[in-house]
């Protein structure tokens, strides 16, 4: 078999048939990504291959790290070539990692360049990538089209005034839809000495004096309210795991003062202030109709040192095995009771929740929406191909399959949507072998609609997407 050829990771006759026919071509619906919207409302090029492959991907900089790279070649201030060098010399010492598969497919849909990336062709292949970069054509929203990106979702704090995602709205030269998110961490993680700062920057964008948890949750609501007025359809959350310590509202306004006046958080109280404040912005959700994204099951910023030099997202989180099934359902089930549950995806970085998120989501499903908890794409350390092969397999195993949303990137690089191409393949793999084996039957037009609903169809439904402008 070729290196990456047409048929890469398509096993059977059956997957072939299934990926080039009905995957290939479908568009894609990003639903959750970290690209900055000024960026795309910009139209900005890059300088080089360097910029846009190694400027903001974590992934790429921990991979280097382990590989003994010096921090100077993957976020200080060693030149562009001498950075692609040292990735390059890195990835061809990591064989089976995903960014392996990522990157060249990355090269070989965006540049046309099939050889594999060596040590030995870094100076030739970074030269072709640079010049072509500078095609008019490789601007940030040509990239999304030649990806076939219908609509994107950006991640957004609520003091965000949206005014690119209004401007790309009126702009009808630029036909995807780019519509925010909710992201309103920042206001969730009370033990951060950061949260004071940012409750105060809310009420000056609302205008609004915080000198209550009453406050803010009336400025989150009035910020929801703004996020769907200029077409969010969903609100996304980081979370250390789902939590469900009920605390009324007194004793977490009480915690709320306590740290507005500089007192210290115990854990314990984090934990209560965090439900009772979430479980208030799921029933705005609710009310609303935003989609709620739960991602957790991670132990971030582990370095100390690292953290101290350069910040957050920089390659130094980790999977955390704390993920309490009774938490998350005592919340889920607190707001179905009272029926005020939103259409909820659940992402655990822990594969070993995998069984568990797909039994729990089959306590809540309801008449309202065809899956409407979901057990979301493998996320991060998992997005590799045994990764969606498992949470493909204990989703069909213990749910149905034909209802899964899809991928997403989750990706801060503008040629990540090479990750839905990998996936597709995947998931093309995982159906043509269960009809190989003769655990499904042979029906390949059934099983291509199949795979254009998970591709595409499901997402737009679920989120309530509209059509294209």
């Known amino acids: 078999m070729e290196f990456m050829d047409r048929n890469f990771l398509l096993n059977t006759e059956y997957a072939e048939t299934l990926y080039h ?3 290939e071509h479908m568009p894609i619906i990003d639903y959750h990504c970290h690209i900055p919207v000024e960026d795309i409302a910009n139209d900005v090029h890059f300088r080089s291959i360097t910029e846009l492959w190694l400027g903001a991907d974590h992934y790429k900089w921990r991979l280097m790290r382990s590989n003994g790279i010096s921090e100077d070649l993957i976020t ?4 562009d070539y001498d950075k692609f060098l040292a990735f390059a010399k890195s990835l061809q010492r990591a064989p089976g990692n995903p960014l392996y598969h990522w ?8 540049f046309g360049i099939d050889t594999p990336l060596t040590e030995a062709n870094a100076r030739e292949i970074f030269d072709r990538c640079n010049a072509i970069l500078q095609r008019p054509t490789m601007s940030a929203r040509n990239l999304i089209k030649k990806s076939n990106v219908r609509i994107l979702c950006t991640t957004d704090d609520p003091c965000d005034d949206l005014k690119y995602h209004k401007m790309l709205a009126e702009d009808l030269s630029f036909d995807v839809q780019v519509l925010p998110a909710f992201r309103p961490d920042n206001y969730l993680d009370i033990e951060k000495p950061t949260f004071a700062a ?4 809310l009420g000056k964008v609302c205008d609004w004096a915080m000198f209550s948890l009453s406050d803010l949750k009336d400025c989150l609501t009035e910020r929801i309210n703004y996020f769907a007025f200029r077409g969010c359809k969903t609100a996304d959350h980081g979370l250390p795991y789902v939590m469900y ?3 009324d509202d007194e004793t977490a306004n009480a915690i709320f003062r306590k740290k507005m006046d500089g007192g210290a958080i115990l854990p ?3 934990m209560a202030y965090r439900t009772n404040l979430l479980s208030f912005l799921a029933k705005q959700y609710a009310r609303v109709g935003f989609v709620m994204q739960l991602h957790y099951g991670v132990k971030r910023d582990n370095n100390t040192f690292m953290y101290i030099k350069i910040g957050a997202n920089t390659g130094f989180d980790c999977i955390d095995n704390y993920t309490p099934v009774t938490q998350l359902t005592n919340f889920l089930n607190s707001l179905a009771l009272t029926e005020e549950l939103p259409k909820t995806v659940l992402y655990s970085l822990n594969p070993i929740d995998n069984a568990a998120i797909d039994s729990v989501i089959g306590c809540f499903q309801d008449g309202s929406a065809a899956g409407k908890i979901q057990h979301g794409s493998a996320w991060w350390f998992n997005d590799h191909k045994n990764g969606m092969l498992a949470q493909l397999t204990s989703l069909s195993e213990l749910g149905v399959l034909g209802n899964f949303i899809g991928m997403l990137t989750d990706s801060r690089s503008l040629l990540s949507y090479t990750r839905h191409e990998y996936f597709r393949r995947i998931l093309c793999r995982f159906l043509g072998g269960l009809v190989a084996g003769g655990e499904y039957p042979a029906d390949i037009s059934f099983l291509g609609s199949l795979v254009e609903d998970i591709c595409y169809n499901n997402c737009l439904r679920y989120f309530d997407f509209k059509p294209a402008k």
């Open 76 to 79: 200080g201030n060693g030149s």
């Open 21 to 23: 026919k009905y995957a």
């Open 245 to 247: 310590q009920p605390c």
């Open 268 to 270: 314990e109280e984090a």
């Open 198 to 201: 940012c409750v105060q920057k």
């Open 103 to 110: 990157s060249h497919l990355e090269l070989q849909r965006y």
